[in-house]
C-alpha cells in the first residue's frame, strides 16, 4: 500500500496517515526524476490535508519530527542544515496539533524511539527505524489493537 502526502486509510480499525518525504543533501549528485524528484519533501499543503481529516493512531513519515534527537554523522554547510529542518519542523506542527499515539519513520539510519508529551498529558511514541539492511530495527512489528499499540522491533535475518 502506498499513502500518498497527507493520505489516510484504515488498517484493523486503525487510523492510519502519511506524510512521506524530506530534503535530500546530496540532490546536487544525484539524477533528476530517476534519483531525485523537486517534490520530494512535503508541503504545507500536505500537512493540512492530514490535519483536516482528523485524529490518527499511527503517523508514517519519511523524516522525523523536530524535537526527536538524532545525530547526523554529515559534516554539512549552514545552508544545508536549514533546508534540512524544514520537514522536520512541518511534522512537528502535524504532531503537535494532532498528536498520534504513535510515529514510524526512517531517514536518519539509525534506531531511535522517543517520546513527546504534549501539554494535554497525550504522549507520541516515535520509531525511528535503523537504516536498510540493519538486522536489528530496519523494520517493526505493529499489533493492532487500541492505542498505544505494541511495537517490536525485527530481527532480520539473511542477505
Not at 486509510?9 to 539524477?31: H, P, Y
Not at 524528484?37 to 500536505?46: F, I, L, R
Not at 530496519?138 to 517490536?152: A, H, I, Q, S
Request: glycine share 10%.
Amino acid at each position: 500500500m502506498v499513502l500518498p502526502k497527507g493520505g489516510r486509510t484504515q488498517i484493523e480499525g486503525l487510523r492510519i496517515g502519511g506524510l512521506g518525504g524530506a530534503f535530500s543533501v546530496d540532490k546536487a549528485w544525484r539524477r533528476t526524476g530517476k534519483e531525485w524528484w523537486a517534490n520530494e519533501e512535503p508541503t504545507a499543503e500536505d500537512a493540512e490535508k492530514l490535519i483536516v481529516g482528523g485524529p490518527l493512531d499511527v503517523l508514517i513519515t519519511h523524516d522525523a519530527p523536530a524535537g526527536v534527537p538524532l545525530r547526523s554523522n554529515l559534516d554539512l554547510p549552514h545552508d544545508l542544515v536549514e533546508q534540512t529542518v524544514r520537514t522536520r519542523l512541518l511534522l512537528r506542527i502535524v504532531v503537535d496539533t494532532l498528536a498520534p499515539p504513535h510515529v514510524l519513520c526512517g531517514h536518519w539510519h539509525q534506531r531511535v524511539v522517543h517520546r513527546i508529551t504534549h501539554p494535554d498529558g497525550r504522549v507520541t511514541r516515535v520509531d525511528v527505524l535503523d537504516m536498510e539492511n540493519s538486522r536489528y530495527g530496519n523494520g517493526v512489528l505493529v499489533w493492532p489493537g487500541t492505542p498505544p499499540l505494541r511495537v517490536e522491533p525485527l530481527d532480520i535475518r539473511g542477505n
